[in-house]
């Protein structure tokens, strides 16, 4: 066969593998070339297909990889492989032969090693000497036949190995042993070793296609620090020690993981635009971080390694007792490879799993999170002994043991802060947001003389009015069973009962993606018609309005918006009518145990005035000020992740105008009206956070006030480090993909504000209420509600306890 002539314009594609990675491949590849042809390994005229082609896709099962590389390769076709590129190392070996003799780019989708987290994490540690490397990769499903862990999932981090090994961080990687933990080898664990400098580093990587937990992080151990790279984790890098260097710790964090598979494409198209591959370090690179992948897999594989049927296999919170699960696994394993395999997959229509455990649809590797196993319980109540506060409270120079007075030992600043006298209350209520203000209104039947306490300059200022003014009704929740039923049980009664903020004057629509959605079209419909929550098949012109290649479905559902500044008015009237004292610009300091009560320091901002009230019942409603409050009490902190998100106010065209679309449920955008500024707005799942953080890490942002950290960044200085841009574009870009008209959207201003929520629910996206009583201070209670139609179940816990 004579080559083809070299040429830069490449653009027929042909892709190998109609199954279900093969169409979520195929978008990506079609932004860059013409599809040829769609095939698969039985396609009869397959070799004269390839000679048209110039690319070749290949997204089959593993042991087919081989045999169609080779020949896509000698009919000079660049080729993709979809990881891994073989079964072994000297399979691999002969591709990269015929593909330097045929000067062809032989690639493939190991999509950790462009990850921009990964690398930067690498980066921060060359020059660095480690103690030692974890890594843990799991998930529950998929089952593909005669495929270890190791080839679906582990391949990932032994890529990772190998392109350390690539930047020279460490050398002479080894597996030194690799135990499978049970019989079909769903579950392993792997040893290996390398060397940096004289020194040995151990490495251990542990993977399991058993377990409900779905993991994806890398540990890199110094001697004084670890940093983290968690794939799932909008903001993936972090320290999980109390003290980093300050060099690194400047490089933090990374504020979006971005699109790897992308980023694949991307890379592969850049390395065809190559002048000369043998002297493009980027593609040699790659090359030798495949075929080091393709000598540890080997390596791993034909390793005389332990079987441990017995075993018990703890990963995360979740154990598997493989001695009493055999029967299960092989059951689940002969079901699942039936309807499941790369070449072919269909979603079950028969059944509707309650936590929508939509995970038999999505890859091993992309983006679509698998369910875990969600505790997702309605009230989650803390006891007193979780915490206990020491004996010594300091904030700023002042100085308070339990019981003494206070003594200021801070510098004198020109307006000296005064004190004044204790004053007692029945019960005091601290943040005027919309929780803290119902609950004051509520509490005021029981409890005579309240104080609510907000340091803005009046209520609902913050996140209360700073969201999409969503009126919940179940569907936006339909991986946490609980937080859905929970939506829909009180959607009716938080309707009439704010009936003059609610907003009804609009169609919503639900519509289920194609590609990485986490719970499929069929599953989300007969979630919420098995449990009698309004959901029907939408119009016709709905539907029209939607780009079919990449909408699988779409509904018309019951749910409305809020105007917050009604919302607002309704509730300063009932506390008005309740006689509820409220102290606005005030911030309440810290909290201690006084005498058998709880004492409040609080500071007024305009009189500068520092005061110390009393009360047998304290309740924190700070939202994302929680853990900054127990902070700077001494007391444990809750464990709480934050979120510096944006809401884009938009202008919507005509064909929009009263219709309101969710498109669910991954990385995808939410277009509602939002009545407080007669406009609407735009979120997006990847892009609304700006960046993301622990509330009980010990580096200066998980310390930090996240209202304070918010102010600094809405009123920027020269010192600040991080300017705040808008990421409507990008929202806007990737939203009209799904509707066209979007494109049409007129950008008027962004709301920022600080999204709080429980690390526990980041795979499911439940809000459960976090209600925990006596906590470390007898009478001190600490109270966060996921969303703002939950509060009845707030208040109903309030009644029985108080």
Same mark, same amino acid.
């Given at each position: 066969?004579?080559?083809?002539?070299q040429?830069?314009?490449?653009?027929?594609?042909?892709?190998?593998?109609?199954?279900?990675?093969g169409?979520i491949?195929?978008p990506?590849?079609?932004?860059?070339?013409?599809?040829?042809?769609?095939?698969?390994?039985?396609t009869?005229?397959?070799?004269a297909?390839?000679?048209?082609?110039?690319l070749?896709?290949?997204?089959t099962?593993?042991?087919?990889?081989?045999?169609?590389?080779?020949?896509?390769?000698?009919?000079?076709?660049?080729?993709?492989?979809?990881?891994p590129?073989t079964?072994?190392?000297?399979?691999?070996?002969?591709?990269?032969?015929?593909?330097?003799?045929?000067?062809?780019?032989?690639?493939?989708?190991?999509?950790?090693?462009?990850s921009?987290?990964?690398?930067?994490?690498?980066?921060?540690?060359?020059?660095?000497p480690?103690e030692?490397?974890?890594?843990?990769i799991?998930?529950?499903?998929?089952f593909?036949e005669?495929?270890?862990?190791?080839?679906?999932?582990?391949?990932?981090?032994?890529?990772?190995?190998?392109?350390?090994?690539?930047?020279g961080?460490?050398?002479?990687?080894?597996?030194?042993e690799?135990v499978?933990l049970?019989q079909?080898?769903?579950s392993?664990?792997?040893?290996?070793?390398?060397k940096?400098?004289?020194?040995?580093?151990?490495?251990?990587?542990?993977?399991?296609l058993?377990?409900?937990?779905?993991?994806?992080?890398?540990?890199?151990?110094g001697?004084?620090s670890?940093?983290?790279?968690?794939?799932?984790?909008?903001?993936?890098?972090?320290?999980?020690?109390?003290?980093?260097d300050h060099?690194?710790?400047?490089?933090?964090?990374?504020?979006?993981?971005?699109?790897?598979?992308a980023?694949?494409?991307?890379?592969?198209?850049?390395?065809?635009?190559?002048d000369?591959?043998?002297?493009n370090?980027?593609?040699v690179?790659?090359?030798?971080?495949?075929?080091?992948?393709?000598?540890?897999?080997? @390596?791993a594989?034909? #390793? =005389?390694?332990? &079987?441990?049927?017995?075993?018990?296999l703890? $990963?995360?919170?979740? /154990? +598997?007792?493989?001695?009493?699960?055999?029967?299960?696994?092989?059951?689940?394993?002969?079901?699942?490879?039936?309807?499941?395999?790369?070449?072919?997959?269909?979603?079950?229509?028969?059944?509707?799993?309650?936590?929508?455990?939509?995970?038999?649809?999505?890859?091993?590797?992309?983006?679509?999170?698998?369910?875990?196993?969600?505790?997702?319980?309605?009230i989650?109540?803390?006891?007193?002994?979780?915490c206990?506060?020491c004996?010594?409270?300091r904030?700023?120079?002042?100085s308070h043991?339990?019981?003494?007075?206070?003594?200021?030992?801070?510098?004198?600043?020109?307006?000296?802060i005064?004190?004044?006298?204790?004053?007692?209350?029945?019960?005091?209520?601290?943040?005027?947001?919309?929780?803290g203000?119902?609950?004051?209104?509520?509490? @005021?039947r029981?409890? #005579? =003389?309240?104080? &609510?306490?907000?340091?803005?300059?009046?209520? $609902?200022l913050?996140? /209360? +009015?700073?969201?999409?003014?969503?009126?919940?009704?179940?569907?936006?929740?339909?991986?946490?069973?609980?937080?859905?039923?929970?939506?829909?049980?009180?959607?009716?009664?938080?309707?009439?009962?704010?009936?003059?903020?609610?907003?009804?004057s609009?169609?919503?629509?639900?519509?289920?993606?194609?590609y990485?959605?986490k719970?499929s079209?069929?599953?989300?419909?007969?979630l919420?018609?098995q449990f009698?929550?309004?959901?029907?098949?939408?119009?016709d012109?709905?539907?029209?309005?939607?780009?079919?290649?990449?909408?699988?479905?779409v509904?018309c559902?019951?749910?409305?918006?809020?105007?917050a500044?009604?919302?607002?008015?309704?509730?300063?009237?009932s506390?008005?009518?309740?006689?509820?004292?409220?102290?606005?610009?005030?911030?309440?300091?810290r909290?201690?145990?006084?005498?058998?009560?709880v004492?409040?320091?609080?500071?007024?901002?305009?009189?500068q005035?520092e005061?110390?009230?009393h009360?047998?019942l304290v309740?924190?409603?700070?939202?994302?000020g929680?853990?900054?409050?127990l902070?700077?009490?001494?007391?444990?902190?809750?464990?709480?992740?934050y979120?510096?998100?944006?809401?884009?106010?938009v202008?919507?065209?005509?064909?929009?105008?009263?219709?309101?679309?969710?498109?669910?449920d991954g990385?995808?955008?939410?277009?509602?009206?939002?009545?407080?500024?007669?406009?609407?707005?735009?979120?997006?799942?990847?892009?609304?956070?700006?960046c993301?953080w622990?509330?009980?890490?010990?580096?200066?942002?998980?310390?930090?006030?996240?209202?304070?950290?918010?102010?600094?960044?809405l009123?920027?200085?020269?010192?600040?480090?991080?300017k705040?841009?808008?990421?409507?574009?990008?929202m806007?870009?990737?939203?009209?993909?799904?509707?066209?008209?979007?494109?049409?959207?007129?950008y008027?201003?962004?709301?920022?504000?600080?999204?709080?929520?429980?690390?526990?629910?980041?795979?499911?996206?439940?809000?459960?209420?976090?209600?925990?009583?006596?906590?470390?201070i007898p009478?001190?209670?600490?109270?966060?509600?996921?969303?703002?139609?939950?509060?009845?179940?707030?208040?109903?816990?309030?009644?029985?306890?108080?």
């Amino acid at each position: 066969m004579q080559p083809r002539q070299q040429s830069h314009n490449f653009n027929k594609a042909l892709l190998i593998g109609s199954g279900y990675f093969g169409q979520i491949l195929r978008p990506y590849i079609a932004k860059h070339c013409e599809i040829l042809a769609i095939a698969n390994t039985s396609t009869s005229d397959l070799p004269a297909l390839l000679r048209q082609a110039d690319l070749c896709f290949i997204a089959t099962p593993l042991h087919s990889h081989f045999e169609l590389a080779r020949a896509a390769l000698q009919a000079h076709c660049h080729t993709f492989i979809e990881k891994p590129a073989t079964s072994n190392a000297q399979e691999y070996s002969e591709l990269v032969s015929l593909a330097t003799a045929h000067s062809r780019v032989l690639f493939t989708d190991y999509i950790y090693t462009l990850s921009p987290s990964i690398r930067h994490a690498l980066l921060l540690c060359q020059g660095l000497p480690l103690e030692s490397i974890c890594a843990t990769i799991t998930q529950y499903g998929k089952f593909y036949e005669n495929e270890s862990v190791l080839e679906v999932l582990g391949v990932h981090y032994l890529s990772v190995f190998a392109l350390m090994q690539e930047l020279g961080i460490i050398t002479d990687v080894e597996v030194q042993e690799c135990v499978f933990l049970d019989q079909k080898k769903l579950s392993a664990r792997l040893r290996l070793c390398a060397k940096q400098a004289e020194r040995s580093i151990p490495i251990s990587l542990e993977c399991s296609l058993l377990s409900h937990k779905r993991q994806r992080v890398l540990r890199l151990f110094g001697k004084k620090s670890c940093l983290q790279v968690n794939m799932l984790d909008p903001a993936p890098l972090s320290y999980v020690d109390s003290s980093p260097d300050h060099a690194l710790e400047s490089s933090l964090p990374i504020f979006d993981e971005g699109d790897n598979l992308a980023h694949s494409l991307a890379t592969f198209m850049s390395f065809i635009a190559s002048d000369n591959l043998a002297k493009n370090v980027h593609y040699v690179a790659h090359t030798n971080i495949c075929e080091r992948t393709a000598c540890l897999l080997d @390596s791993a594989l034909l #390793k =005389k390694h332990r &079987l441990m049927p017995n075993a018990s296999l703890v $990963l995360g919170s979740h /154990s +598997v007792d493989f001695g009493d699960c055999h029967t299960w696994q092989s059951k689940a394993y002969n079901e699942s490879k039936k309807a499941d395999s790369r070449e072919s997959h269909s979603a079950s229509a028969e059944c509707v799993d309650c936590r929508a455990t939509a995970s038999a649809v999505s890859r091993n590797d992309d983006e679509a999170t698998q369910t875990q196993s969600p505790s997702d319980s309605k009230i989650l109540e803390l006891e007193s002994w979780l915490c206990k506060p020491c004996a010594e409270i300091r904030l700023g120079g002042l100085s308070h043991k339990h019981g003494e007075a206070i003594h200021d030992s801070s510098p004198k600043a020109e307006s000296p802060i005064t004190k004044k006298a204790a004053t007692h209350y029945d019960c005091i209520i601290i943040g005027g947001g919309f929780f803290g203000a119902y609950i004051a209104s509520s509490m @005021s039947r029981t409890h #005579k =003389k309240l104080l &609510l306490i907000e340091k803005e300059r009046d209520l $609902l200022l913050r996140a /209360s +009015v700073h969201n999409q003014a969503r009126v919940h009704n179940g569907y936006h929740y339909p991986r946490s069973l609980s937080t859905a039923l929970s939506s829909a049980r009180h959607f009716a009664r938080f309707c009439d009962e704010f009936a003059p903020a609610i907003d009804s004057s609009f169609e919503k629509y639900y519509a289920i993606a194609k590609y990485g959605s986490k719970t499929s079209a069929t599953q989300f419909y007969r979630l919420f018609k098995q449990f009698s929550i309004p959901i029907e098949p939408a119009s016709d012109m709905a539907r029209s309005l939607c780009d079919n290649a990449l909408i699988e479905d779409v509904f018309c559902v019951q749910e409305y918006a809020f105007n917050a500044n009604i919302l607002r008015q309704i509730l300063q009237e009932s506390l008005c009518k309740n006689r509820i004292q409220i102290a606005l610009n005030t911030q309440a300091l810290r909290v201690f145990s006084d005498q058998g009560e709880v004492g409040v320091s609080v500071l007024e901002s305009s009189a500068q005035r520092e005061q110390i009230f009393h009360a047998p019942l304290v309740l924190n409603c700070t939202y994302a000020g929680i853990n900054a409050l127990l902070h700077r009490s001494n007391l444990q902190p809750l464990p709480l992740k934050y979120e510096l998100t944006e809401m884009a106010l938009v202008r919507p065209p005509e064909s929009l105008s009263k219709i309101s679309f969710t498109i669910m449920d991954g990385a995808f955008f939410s277009l509602m009206p939002y009545p407080a500024r007669d406009c609407y707005t735009l979120s997006h799942v990847r892009y609304t956070p700006h960046c993301a953080w622990s509330g009980t890490t010990s580096t200066a942002l998980g310390n930090t006030d996240p209202y304070a950290l918010l102010d600094s960044l809405l009123h920027p200085s020269p010192t600040t480090p991080y300017k705040l841009e808008s990421k409507f574009p990008l929202m806007r870009h990737d939203a009209m993909r799904y509707i066209p008209s979007l494109s049409k959207l007129q950008y008027i201003d962004s709301l920022y504000e600080i999204k709080t929520l429980r690390t526990h629910n980041e795979i499911d996206d439940g809000r459960p209420i976090i209600f925990a009583k006596d906590y470390g201070i007898p009478g001190f209670c600490t109270i966060m509600g996921g969303k703002i139609d939950n509060i009845y179940e707030i208040i109903a816990c309030l009644h029985k306890h108080f």
